[in-house]
């Protein structure tokens, strides 16, 4: 099937975090970039502005690590007047009573099985958080919109996915549709959640994939939403994303890059 007119979508996961440099559990923990962050998300943008790419529109989650890698991305690229969304429904996934607790000591106490289960399985939820914390977190003012139905004390991946694909039909698809270029600046679990529903991978493929940070994705769909088939490859650098470079055809009616 022909691919849309136009543009694609485009998904990027956020700099290094100061959480992710300290290797915690971070979910909905508002940490802000590191300076290798910071770094990384302009070599982001370099990357984008290599490729040719220029989004229409950006889409972040409602934590700084998302919304300040597409600020810096938006600003290098000199689009910083773009239309700004800002979801819930993009965030990263919660972990629940993992949030903020060191990943080598949890995997000490918890085991190997529930360890992995808990990181990169499709349905299995880490152990919710606690009454207390959860009334701390949401009494932040960035939540008051949010129904009580809408604040996840824990979440899936499966959890994660259900919450994000009506961002995906009422918010992105529609603006792919008419031709824009969106830009999702998202986080690892968000992005494999994306990646999967788009990729049509199975529970037992995504709990395999992993998400850089900073290295842009790009997406060339068909009308049903689905990769054009022989699209290149799924990271613009795959390269520097460490992906395995894929060789096919290259659909005549793709955008050029």
Known sequence: MAALAGGALILLRHGQSSANAADVFTGWHDAGLSPLGVAQARDAAATLRACGVRPTSVHTSLLRRSIVTAEIVTDALGCGWVPVDRSWRLNER?????????????AGWAGATAFHAWRRSYAVAPPPMSDEAAAGMYADARYAGLPTGAWPRTESLADVRARLLPYWTDVLYPLLRAGGTPLVAGHGNSLRAFVMHLEGLSPAEVEHLDIPTAAPMRYVLDRRGRPVVGARERYLDPVSAGEPVRIGPVDAGLPAL
């Open 94 to 106: 919660h972990y629940g009573a993992l949030t903020g607790l060191s990943k080598t000591a949890v």
